[in-house]
């Protein structure tokens, strides 16, 4: 995160006159990020790939941070003049060694999804509070960060909770320099990622299966099945000024699933083996 950082301040004349290192413009322009800079981790796929891309849309330059390389660098080719790549582990800023399985299990989960949005929250801090430039910190939680979920998914449900609770802590401090922070709780959305992920839970399931149980099963608003690009216009609004009175608020995008779904749900049924 600290690299991406850097490269923004370092390449000032690709990257100038960011909106999300120096503060917010107030000039009207229908590019609601226009003058701005996002770095946004994990941006080589899924919903980070459309956040991006929504970004870019929008008049955004757009610092994609991600360890997958090679669909970093098509991402940012394919934005356009207004995207590049970066490498960046946010898992990396420390590393821990313990001996039983399940706990290293969890303390993988919890610096990839926990740590690292406390590591963003920090290096963006370090930029944009001095001086009261402003800005906007965006971190991604989970539905499953706002219910209460057990085994198989009990360190990521945790870790997403421990990123809704670090957007609120920091949200207070921040906000007398100017700086916003606020996260994101998108339902499951059917992405590679996602499918993967079941597919070890529940290996006897087939894709269009696994498929079904998170687009309908899985979802409240009838006939509605939510996209990326859904989370990434979110993401939008956060980022723009027109949320600029919005921090320490956690946006969910899950189509009343979280208003109806009671905590003991069968939400993770082992779905039928397409035939």
Known sequence: ??????????????????????????????????????????????????????????????????????????????????????????????????????????????AVNARSAVACIKHGARVMAPGRRGGCILCTASVIGVLSFGSPILAYAISKATVIAAVGAAAGPLARDRVRVNAISPHAIATPLTVRSMAEMFPGAGEDALRRVVEEDWSELDGTVLQVEDVARAALYLASDEARYVTGHNLVVDGGFTAHKGVGMPSLEVPRKDK
């Not at 919903?47 to 991402?75: M, P, Y």
């Open 1 to 110: 995160m600290l690299r991406a950082v850097q490269l923004v301040l370092r390449d000032k004349s690709r990257f100038a006159s960011s909106g999300f290192v120096n503060g917010f413009s107030t000039a009207s322009n229908p590019q609601r990020l226009a003058g701005k800079v996002a770095v946004i981790t994990g941006a080589a796929s899924g919903i980070g790939k459309a956040t991006a891309a929504e970004f870019v849309r929008n008049g955004a330059k757009v610092i994609i941070a991600d360890v997958q390389d090679d669909l970093g660098r098509s991402v940012a080719a394919e934005l356009g003049p207004d995207a590049a790549y970066t490498r960046c582990d946010v898992s990396d800023e420390a590393q821990a060694s313990v001996g039983a399985l399940d706990l290293a299990d969890f303390d993988r989960v919890m």
